[in-house]
């Protein structure tokens, strides 16, 4: 029985989605890596690339068995984006939401054959920082995490990576690489292992808080309250999915 897989990932502004039929993929989509923040219109962006790329593996949105959204970390707004409407697209079709770390897209995603070995993926984290994550590769193509992902200044990364003898593998990087939701093929298995996710309170790994809260408790001196904290437009029409 052939079971489709919707993967999305906005951890970089290159959102990307990728259509998978069993562990292949059928389609896949990205948007344009401008290098700037993704913020207003970022949804009105990612869902034609949602439907375009569901269009071109010749389904429709009943027809899909899972969706799998990245996890971060990365860019807030992007995060928030690909997440509501992953949630949104697992309620519509009535299936689960399963999460994969976005630093492992990076190398899972990279086109051809990445040699066995252990690198530094790494995902922008703007203020001259950067996320982080040891991955290893396997003999068979295989891509596992070593550890938890990390918030370093950028010199700082490299430090770790020419002690540890690693090559660092992200956009800008020595292996120039981005995250993509093809890489969902890749990990699906170990996807699939760890669980779906709670789709009323499941959240991105955003990493650090977002511009906008800090500077809201820099000026007001106090945590911004709970309830404010991570709802998009969206959600506030018509209430957190």
């Known amino acids: 029985m052939t079971e489709y897989t919707l993967a999305i990932d906005g951890s970089t502004y290159a959102g990307s989605v990728a259509l998978l039929s069993n562990d292949s993929v059928i389609a896949e989509r990205a948007l344009e890596d401008r290098g700037i923040p993704s913020r207003a219109g970022r949804d009105e962006l990612m869902l034609p690339v949602v439907a375009e790329c569901i269009a071109a593996g010749g389904i429709t949105v009943r027809d899909i068995s899972r969706v799998v959204c990245g996890a971060g970390p990365g860019g807030f707004t992007g995060l928030r984006v690909a997440a509501s409407i992953a949630k949104g697209l697992a309620v519509g079709s009535a299936s689960p939401l399963f999460a994969v770390s976005s630093l492992l897209l990076t190398l899972a995603a990279a086109p051809g054959t990445i040699a066995p070995a252990r690198y530094l993926s790494t995902i922008p984290a703007m203020r001259g920082e950067l996320f982080v994550l040891e991955v290893i590769v396997d003999d068979h193509g295989g891509v596992r995490a070593l550890g938890e992902p990390r918030l370093l200044a950028e010199e700082a990364a490299g430090d770790l990576a020419r002690a540890a003898g690693v090559t660092m593998a992200g956009p800008g ?69």
Do not use: C, F, N
């Open 173 to 241: 990087a020595q292996l120039d690489l981005r995250p993509h939701a093809r890489g969902v093929a890749k990990l699906l298995a170990s996807v699939m292992a760890d669980g779906p996710r709670h789709i009323d309170t499941w959240e991105p790994a955003y990493g650090r808080l977002a511009e906008a809260q800090v500077r809201w408790e820099a000026v007001h001196g106090r945590p911004l309250p709970t309830e404010a904290i991570g709802r998009t437009p969206a959600d506030r029409g018509r209430g957190a999915l």
